[in-house]
T-cell receptor, first 114, second 109 residues
Framework: KAGVTQTPRYLIKTRGQQVTLSCSPI?????VSWYQQTPGQGLQFLFE???????NKGNFPGRFSGRQFSNSRSEMNVSTLELGDSALYLC?????????????FGPGTRLTVL | QQQVKQSPQSLIVQKGGISIINCAYE??????FPWYQQFPGKGPALLIA?????SEKKEGRFTISFNKSAKQFSLHIMDSQPGDSATYFC????????FGSGTKLNVKP
């Protein structure tokens, strides 16, 4: 079974731009969660989508948004990029709702904001 | 506030030694406790996990010890190898995951 895939793997943007990241979960997995990883803050939960609905949300500003499609693929969007948004963005999938099940992470998208 | 506290921040162990990483939590509703291993440039990979109805789980050289009354759990890596050098994260979950701050392990040859 193929693992979680994320595209693109690397991205360089400038302040004020917007960006869309994509995640394809493991086949059959219905939950997709997004995390931001930085050296200073560690792994921080952004949001979880399950069956096309946002099930949980972390403490991030409204500039961070996401969605999930009927095939469980998910996208994350960050608008009006700030320097502090530079991070590794990780996507994780679960068979069912996250929290009760194993989560499997993708390789991440490294976003650099200049 | 930090839901899961992890220590130490970094750890240096000689090859063949035992690596021990500790985590503590407050929320008694947590019912799943996984450990992840992350190599540079990669996403975290699930290493081993435990549920609160057992006190210990062993998989190969990796063991989780769980103390429900103390609200603590730890990862033990026996016979540590240079290939184990990575960052380790503990986590706890109820309806979502909370991660520890990570431990950078360096196993010296």
């Amino acid at each position: 079974k193929a693992g979680v895939t994320q595209t693109p793997r690397y991205l360089i943007k400038t302040r004020g731009q917007q960006v869309t990241l994509s995640c394809s979960p493991i086949s059959g997995h219905r939950s997709v969660s997004w995390y931001q990883q930085t050296p200073g803050q560690g792994l921080q939960f952004l949001f979880e989508y399950f069956s096309e609905t946002q099930r949980n949300k972390g403490n991030f500003p409204g500039r961070f948004s996401g969605r999930q499609f009927s095939n469980s693929r998910s996208e994350m969007n960050v608008s009006t990029l700030e320097l502090g948004d530079s991070a590794l963005y990780l996507c994780a999938s679960s068979l069912d709702v996250a929290g009760a099940n194993e989560q499997f992470f993708g390789p991440g998208t490294r976003l650099t904001v200049l | 506030q930090q839901q899961v506290k992890q220590s130490p921040q970094s750890l240096i162990v000689q090859k063949g030694g035992i690596s021990i990483i500790n985590c503590a939590y407050e929320n008694t509703a947590f019912d799943y406790f996984p450990w992840y291993q992350q190599f540079p440039g990669k996403g975290p990979a699930l290493l081993i996990a435990i549920r609160p109805d057992v006190s210990e789980k062993k998989e190969g050289r990796f063991t989780i010890s769980f103390n429900k009354s103390a609200k603590q759990f730890s990862l033990h890596i026996m016979d540590s190898q240079p290939g184990d050098s990575a960052t380790y994260f503990c986590a706890a979950s109820t309806n979502k995951f909370y991660f520890g701050s990570g431990t950078k392990l360096n196993v010296k040859p």
